[in-house]
């Protein structure tokens, strides 16, 4: 879409990066230093899918799949439609329905570190790629 690309374009030109400095998502720290930790090199998306066109979510999970190794985890932190000013959201019913094919819910809910004077944003979704 030019003109989502354009007005991203021109926010960096200005500095205006709202998506940066957000403190780190509690579902990511868990993953990441929780017991087991997570191995390097597992699937990790904090907010991409939220901010596409219908057609690039489609071809964005296609493409995750297709590179997924069996038993790969993806984490995904997405803001809910009306979460965040310029974000478009994402439905958690259409994350899950996404998903699918190939892929098991682990878990789920909301993400507290992206919370914004109690309102609740942001969800977390943690995926287990079929072996």
Wanted: aromatic residues 10%; contains cysteine.
């Amino acid at each position: 879409m030019p003109s989502r690309q354009l007005l991203f374009k021109t926010f960096y030109r200005l500095g205006f990066v709202p998506w940066d400095g957000h403190p780190l998502a509690h579902s990511m720290q868990n993953l990441i230093e929780g017991e087991p930790a997570l191995p390097a090199g597992r699937a990790l998306d904090i907010g991409c899918l939220h901010g596409m066109s219908p057609e690039d979510r489609d071809a964005y999970v296609r493409e995750v799949t297709a590179v997924s190794a069996p038993d790969a985890r993806l984490l995904l932190v997405a803001f809910v439609p009306g979460g965040s000013w310029g974000v478009p959201g994402i439905d958690p019913d259409e994350v899950q329905r996404r998903f699918a094919a190939g892929w098991t819910l682990l878990s789920s809910g909301s993400e507290p570190a992206m919370d914004h004077n109690g309102k609740d944003p942001a969800r977390h979704y943690l995926f287990q790629r079929a072996s």
